[in-house]
């Protein structure tokens, strides 16, 4: 008798149960829906700009610490200091510029000094990188890093970086073909989709 009771209230809750979570789902389709659409109209075109910035600027690093390891160029890729002070994204550019990036500069600066052999060379990039971020002044790291300017000044990083590659490798359809060339090519074109897509935004 209690099994056959316990049956019939299963068989009379199931429709009310899978009723009940049919509608939480669809409740939360439209809580989805809602904050997609809202999401897109406060700041679609802002985000894609953001996600390529952090795209470019690790593109960047990335190209930075190949040619110190065992791409050895002989593009200038020294450039890419610069490209990375102006493309970085906001929250890690004041993290580095604030005291730990000062920490960081005043340890390279006296490592670079007093323990010169012991400094290795493939630190020299990221330790200007630092000092550069630290000690520049409110004009490059406020003024011209928000506005068109430092845009420009990437975008011609990156159009300069480009055509040195192709050139180097012998034409665009060998800079896919050669060893890290893939990488490579799709590294630099990052670091032109940014401030081209930054200027269309302005």
């Known amino acids: 008798m209690g099994r056959m009771l316990m049956q019939y209230l299963a068989t009379k809750t199931e429709p009310v149960v899978a009723n009940l979570i049919d509608s939480d789902f669809n409740e939360l389709k439209l809580a989805a829906t809602k ?9 679609g075109k802002g985000v894609g700009m953001s996600l390529l910035r952090w ?12 040619d ?20 970085f994204p906001g929250s890690l550019f004041h993290f580095f510029r604030g005291e730990v990036g000062k920490w960081i500069a005043f ?7 007093f323990f010169n052999k012991h400094f ?3 630190m ?35 159009c300069y970086l480009l055509q040195e590659h ?33 200027l269309f935004i302005h």
């Open 35 to 43: 904050l997609f659409n809202d999401a897109t109209m406060l700041g």
């Open 55 to 66: 795209i470019a600027s690790f593109a960047a690093i990335y190209l930075l610490v190949l």
């Open 68 to 87: 110190r390891t065992n791409w050895r160029s002989n593009m200038l890729t020294s450039l890419l200091v610069p490209y990375i002070f102006f493309s």
């Open 107 to 113: 340890v390279a600066v006296v490592l670079r000094l």
């Open 120 to 122: 290795p060379d493939w």
């Open 124 to 158: 020299e990039m990221p330790g200007s990188m630092i000092l550069l971020v630290v000690v520049s002044p409110d004009l490059f790291a406020l003024k011209f890093r928000s506005n068109w300017i430092g845009v420009a000044i990437d975008l011609l990083i990156g």
């Open 166 to 198: 192709v050139r180097a490798t012998g034409g665009f359809r060998n800079s896919f073909t050669q060893r890290h060339g893939i990488s490579n090519t799709i590294g630099i074109i990052f670091l032109i989709v940014y401030p081209i897509w930054a």
